[in-house]
């Protein structure tokens, strides 16, 4: 009886040792990600950090953007239902 109740609590304080520590990893990388995030902005006569598929403002209107995770170029295009979005070019 006491090896089972030694061996439950044993395994009881591993995993809270194991979220604790994950629970870390997760804030650290998103710290290190925000500084090194890239932004919505235009530059010039295109737009940086896109999201394809996503609503483009007015002033994007016609505009080439660049993807921020592919970096690939889509265009602010009108949809048939009236919408403004990031369409591949």
């Known amino acids: ?11 009881a304080g591993a995993m809270l040792l194991t979220s604790s520590v994950a629970g870390l990893a997760p804030a650290a990388d998103a710290s290190s990600t925000a500084a090194t995030a890239c932004t919505y902005q235009r530059s010039g006569n295109h737009w940086n950090c896109v999201t394809p598929g996503a609503y483009c403002p ?4 016609g505009k080439a953007g660049y993807a921020k995770v592919t970096g690939r170029r889509y265009t602010c295009a009108r949809y048939s239902n009236g919408q403004w979005r990031w369409k591949r070019a």
């Open 1 to 11: 009886m006491l090896r089972r109740l030694l061996t439950t609590a044993a395994m």
């Open 58 to 61: 007015k002033a994007a209107h």
